[in-house]
């Protein structure tokens, strides 16, 4: 919805990297295992004001504590999203799981993930888990293999911690 006027003519990387969209096909797709993300979101809706969002593939999921969490990521934010009852039961694969949150709780949400996920800072009160070996750079190089471009042809733009890995992927970077 953010791009539709142009949705159709240009690639997309997606979830800080772990799905990228070229001419409406998957090229690259990293999931996370479904037992670590469920013990993840778990911890998450324990904790009081930790709003937890799980990505899927054309959407992302949220069971809100505070019915304006859904709002603000739908109408906000811009994103494509379900209010479920319950985001363990998701059948779809876990892409990234995310969390709006107190400080105080990013301690607690890493050592859930054991050493396995690795948090990055996508925002003011926001933190992303993602599989330890996926990044945005590591999808930006997949769509610079599938266009047949080099980073000397390539531009990226980023605003947080999550996107250096981009940044140093791109021969331009802003």
Sequence with gaps: RLFAPVADKIDYICENGSLVISDGSVLYKQVIDR???????????????????LSGVMQCYVQPKDPA???????????????????????????KIAAYFPDEYR????QAA???MRPVVSGMAWVDLLPQD????????????????NREETMAFGDNENDVELLRQAGLSY
């Design 35 to 53: 037992a670590l993300g469920t013990k993840i979101l778990r911890c998450m809706l324990e904790m009081e004001g930790c709003e937890p969002l």
């Design 107 to 110: 301690l607690r949400i890493a």
């Design 69 to 95: 969490y859904a709002d603000h990521m739908r109408y906000f934010v811009g994103n494509d999203v379900a209010v479920v009852e319950d985001l363990t039961a998701v059948p779809e694969p876990f892409l």
């Design 134 to 149: 996926c990044d945005k750079g590591t999808a930006l190089a997949v769509l610079q293999r599938h266009l047949h471009i």
């Design 114 to 116: 054991g050493g396995t």
